[in-house]
């Protein structure tokens, strides 16, 4: 079974439309976080959470938002997608190094969106 | 701010060496980290140091020079499945966080 699991993992959607990518883990790990990926590029991360209450923008949060509805739960919304939204999004879990001594990243097989 | 650099594209051959380098500036250092990542699938972790010096884990090792904000990854006895991008992430102290460098694809031939 996969610690780290993502939902859906493709999705083709229109411009202006409101879509949401949900991530669950079995880890139990309290940090969550989301990423995008373009194309050559590496990770840039979007939003993160330290535990169900905290929510910390990353280097590109605007146009989007996230929900941490429970410790196993960290959603990612797309309020208006637009073109340039179109990416791979990783959802990582961490340990935290208070914990493990790292903050070893375990990531979920990725979402293909696509705006069009 | 973090600036991370890695060459973007290698080649090598079946059975050979190869070394991947990485260098940082950031303030806060706390470790560095390598992930694996094949085509269209999720990153893994292969290594993570905190200290000065050589790292070996079976068929790969990474080294990391604080004082020079460098690191390198060496890939062994080279397999087609090595052909892979390779993410090279600095952590900072108390960030909670890893800030991933723009990946290194290696592409391993016969």
């Known amino acids: 079974d996969a610690d780290v699991t993502q939902t859906p993992r493709n999705r083709i959607t229109k411009t202006g439309k409101r879509i949401m990518l949900e991530c669950s883990q079995t880890?139990?790990?309290?940090?969550m976080y989301w990423y995008r990926q373009d194309p050559g590029l590496g990770l840039q991360l979007i939003y993160y959470?330290?535990?169900?209450?905290?929510?910390n923008k990353g280097e590109i949060s605007d146009g989007y938002s996230v929900s941490r509805q429970a410790q196993a739960k960290f959603s990612l919304s797309l309020e208006s997608a637009i073109p340039n939204q179109t990416a791979l999004y990783f959802c990582?879990?961490?340990?935290?190094?208070?914990?493990?001594?790292?903050?070893?990243?375990?990531f979920g097989p990725g979402t293909r969106l696509t705006v069009l | 701010g973090q600036n991370i650099d890695q060459p973007t594209e290698m080649t090598a051959t079946e059975g050979a060496i190869v070394q991947i380098n990485c260098t940082y500036q950031?303030?806060?250092?706390?470790?560095l980290f390598w992930y694996q990542q094949h085509a269209g699938e999720a990153p893994t972790f292969l290594s993570y140091n905190v200290l000065d010096g050589l790292e070996e884990k079976g068929r790969f090792s990474s080294f990391l020079s604080r004082s020079k904000g460098y690191s390198y990854l060496l890939l062994k006895e080279l397999q087609m499945k090595d052909s892979a991008s390779y993410l090279c992430?600095?952590?900072?102290?108390?960030?909670?966080?890893?800030?991933f460098g723009d990946g290194t694809t290696l592409t391993v031939k016969p």
């Open positions: 992430a600095v952590s900072r102290t108390n960030a909670g966080k890893s800030t």
């Open positions: 990582a879990t961490s340990p935290g190094r208070e914990l493990a001594g790292t903050d070893t990243q375990y």
């Open positions: 959470s330290f535990d169900v209450k905290d929510i």
């Open positions: 880890k139990g790990h309290d940090r």
């Open positions: 950031t303030s806060g250092f706390n470790g």
